[in-house]
């Protein structure tokens, strides 16, 4: 064998044995790159704008808790479909449900009640019932806080995504808290209970009523959601 077609022989055999060790890897990258996992994709999320129509919730002068709900509701909306999320929503108006529960009930009960019913009697992957805060006597408490029924384990880890990812926009380190709201502790999915914020607050109410702070919260809402679904 002459020399140079022997140094041929190792050349190309070394270079097969590189690029079939590297190649997969470098395919497998690229395809990790090109397709990254999407946990939203498919997933249905009901969102619920709480209060509405007669039922303005919290105020401070003519700031009404109803709007800024419904407002952040229908950014979250457009953000988890952009995902690939199905979305439902309990009201995309203002108006207030208790029209759709015939029970004989007051009417507020009757309001919650529609809710409820709507997050049991859909498929739902996951649900987000929207709210505003309001303590009296200490105008110092604020940012976002999120809510769960201790009777679901998967409400619990959800809650703690997306307390995480508030605290991290809102610059707060709370954990999030368990209640027994009516719509929590009769709603048969998981799913969570937000305040955004407290309207008692100066700072969170001027935050509240900017879009681009509510884009920047109903964003954090997103990313909890995603990290939940990734590690369920
Ligand atoms: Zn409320």
Same mark, same amino acid.
């Given at each position: 064998?002459?020399?140079?077609?022997?140094?041929?022989?190792? #050349?190309? /055999?070394?270079?097969?044995?590189?690029? +079939?060790?590297?190649?997969?890897?470098? @395919?497998? $990258?690229? /395809?990790?790159?090109?397709?990254?996992?999407?946990?939203?994709?498919?997933?249905?999320?009901?969102?619920? *704008?709480?209060?509405?129509?007669? !039922?303005?919730? &919290?105020?401070?002068?003519?700031?009404? =808790?109803?709007?800024?709900?419904?407002?952040?509701?229908?950014?979250?909306? /457009?953000? %988890?479909?952009?995902?690939?999320?199905?979305?439902?929503? &309990?009201?995309?108006?203002?108006? +207030? %449900?208790?029209? %759709?529960?015939?029970?004989?009930? #007051?009417?507020?009960?009757? !309001?919650?009640?529609?809710?409820?019913?709507?997050?049991?009697?859909?498929?739902?992957?996951?649900?987000?019932?929207?709210?505003?805060?309001?303590?009296?006597?200490? *105008?110092?408490?604020?940012?976002?806080?999120?809510?769960?029924?201790?009777? !679901?384990?998967?409400?619990?880890?959800?809650?703690?995504?997306?307390?995480? +990812?508030?605290?991290?926009?809102?610059? &707060?380190?709370?954990?999030?808290?368990?209640? !027994?709201?009516?719509? %929590?502790?009769? $709603?048969?999915?998981?799913?969570?209970?937000? =305040?955004?914020?407290?309207?008692?607050?100066?700072?969170?109410?001027?935050?509240?009523?900017?879009?681009? #702070?509510?884009?920047? @919260?109903? /964003?954090?809402?997103?990313?909890? @959601?995603?990290? #939940?679904?990734?590690?369920?």
């Amino acid at each position: 064998m002459n020399k140079s077609f022997k140094f041929i022989c190792i #050349y190309c /055999t070394i270079s097969l044995v590189l690029l +079939s060790t590297i190649l997969p890897l470098i @395919l497998r $990258a690229n /395809t990790a790159f090109s397709a990254p996992d999407n946990p939203l994709k498919g997933k249905i999320i009901l969102i619920d *704008p709480g209060h509405g129509g007669i !039922d303005g919730g &919290t105020s401070s002068g003519n700031i009404l =808790e109803k709007s800024i709900n419904l407002e952040a509701s229908l950014i979250l909306k /457009t953000e %988890l479909i952009n995902r690939g999320a199905k979305v439902i929503m &309990t009201r995309d108006k203002d108006t +207030s %449900l208790e029209n %759709l529960c015939k029970d004989n009930d #007051y009417r507020h009960r009757r !309001d919650l009640k529609a809710r409820v019913n709507m997050i049991n009697s859909n498929n739902i992957d996951a649900y987000i019932s929207i709210h505003v805060n309001a303590v009296n006597n200490a *105008p110092y408490v604020k940012g976002p806080m999120v809510f769960y029924s201790n009777t !679901d384990i998967n409400s619990k880890t959800l809650a703690s995504y997306v307390q995480d +990812s508030l605290n991290a926009i809102a610059g &707060t380190s709370r954990s999030p808290n368990v209640a !027994d709201y009516f719509l %929590l502790t009769n $709603a048969k999915k998981s799913g969570i209970l937000i =305040e955004l914020g407290f309207i008692t607050n100066n700072d969170d109410k001027n935050l509240l009523v900017s879009k681009d #702070y509510l884009k920047k @919260l109903t /964003t954090g809402i997103v990313i909890g @959601l995603e990290n #939940y679904f990734k590690n369920k």
